[in-house]
């Protein structure tokens, strides 16, 4: 009898243990598996959640690629950052595991990163010098609108956090745009004499810094980074050079597009050329993308018109643009990253990834229901 209850306890133990086994692991059996990109669909992580990381950029390190962005909530609270920088990581572009918040909002009422501010577009970069990984972000101080128009400045020890904040502001307070040598005057900014809006708003501002607001953060070969951002009540862009540690702006930048409001930058080089993707400016809905090219990153950006092609193209199939991919081991192979938003339910924002297609230097862009690396063209 005694021998019976024993046998019959372990039959019943082990019974747990396989039910035990099976409810922890019910995620690894229903998760789902990539094999290729689906643009605008549901995209789920290791544990089945549809990614949350909008207005991202990712960051190659180590074999792996991290994808930083925009933890959303439902509803209209969504547009506010109620949780902070969500980071995955995936060795195959397709399959992502959360790494959770690299970034929290803050519970300090005082904190410019307080819960409920607006912080946007997140991207992190690595400093060779420092070996310190660096956060910068658009944002909006709680309750505020979008009147504060700060670049945001986080780092870390380690890739997926956690960052520790470190300050906000507006950039380049007293200093006048570089030109390369030979501007005309007539060309360049006059205080005395603004001569459109967006002068107007520079001069205004430069007492004390410039506005930033949509925003990526470049890395170039020779190692200096610099934090490319909407200013002037996003009339122009500016490229500003960081300093060596990624953590400030030296004073140096330029105005890029004047006057033609570009939003939600994306920058890329290529053969020497560098090249930046952008958006016009229509709050949360779609307009047309638009792109630029330049021999040199402060040198002069030509204007080259809207990059995609086909039905869609008008509104960049829905999205707009918020940082492009270069794919590791594949050479000549860019990804334009865009967010779909959801304004009325922010979490259910898309992604809409799509190939970069090169034409000599011209580029194209054109919608694929469905794609995968191995149809990028490799050179
Ligand atoms: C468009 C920007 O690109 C987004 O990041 C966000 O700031 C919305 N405008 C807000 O309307």
């Known amino acids: 009898m005694k021998r019976e209850l024993f046998t019959t306890g372990s039959c019943l133990s082990k019974m747990f243990l396989i039910l035990f086994l099976m409810i922890s692991n019910y995620n690894a059996f229903s998760q789902t598996l990539y094999n290729e990109f689906h643009p605008g669909k549901i995209w789920k992580d290791d544990r089945g959640i ?37 980071c995955y990581a995936s060795k195959d572009l397709y399959n992502w595991k959360d790494e959770g918040i690299a970034l929290a909002v803050s519970d300090d009422l005082q904190s410019d990163i307080t819960k409920g501010c607006v912080l946007e577009r997140p991207k992190v970069v690595y400093n060779k010098k420092t070996k310190k990984f660096v956060m910068w972000f658009h944002l909006e101080l709680k309750d505020k609108g979008y ?15 956690p960052y520790t904040f470190i300050k906000s502001y507006r950039p380049n307070p007293g200093s006048m745009p570089y030109y390369a040598s030979g501007t005309p005057d007539s060309l360049k900014v006059n205080c005395e004499h603004p001569g459109n809006f967006s002068d107007e708003f520079f001069c205004r501002d430069l007492p004390g810094g410039q506005m930033a607001r949509d925003m990526t953060v470049f890395v170039d070969d020779d190692g200096k980074a610099y934090h490319v951002f909407s200013s002037e009540e996003n009339y122009t862009l500016d490229i500003a ?8 702006h030296t004073g140096k930048f330029i105005r890029v597009y004047v006057g033609f409001q570009t939003e939600a930058p994306a920058l890329f080089k290529r053969k020497g050329k560098y090249y930046m993707i952008g958006s016009g400016c229509t709050g949360w ?39 492009v991919l270069q794919v590791q081991g594949k050479k000549d192979s860019f ?15 898309r992604y809409l990834w799509l190939p970069i297609q090169f034409k000599g230097e011209d580029i194209e862009i054109s919608w694929k229901d469905t794609w995968n690396l191995k149809d990028m063209k490799m050179l």
Not at 54 to 63: E, M, N, R, S
Not at 148 to 160: L, S
């Open 147 to 161: 009147a504060a128009a700060r670049a945001g400045v986080a780092v870390a020890d380690h890739i997926t956090g």
């Open 285 to 323: 809905a779609p307009n047309a993308a638009r792109w630029f090219i330049s021999d040199a990153i402060m040198g002069k950006w030509k204007y080259k018109g809207n990059p995609c092609i086909g039905e869609g193209s008008k509104l960049t199939y829905g999205g707009q643009s918020t940082h």
């Open 50 to 86: 549809h990614i949350n990381a909008h207005g991202g950029g990712i960051l190659f390190h180590k074999g792996t690629y991290y994808w930083f962005g925009e933890h959303k909530v439902a509803g209209e609270l969504g547009n506010t950052a109620q949780v902070g920088v969500h």
């Open 335 to 349: 990804i334009f990253m865009a967010d779909k938003w959801a304004p009325k339910d922010a979490i259910d924002g």
């Open 241 to 248: 050079e960081l300093n060596a540690d990624y953590t400030g």
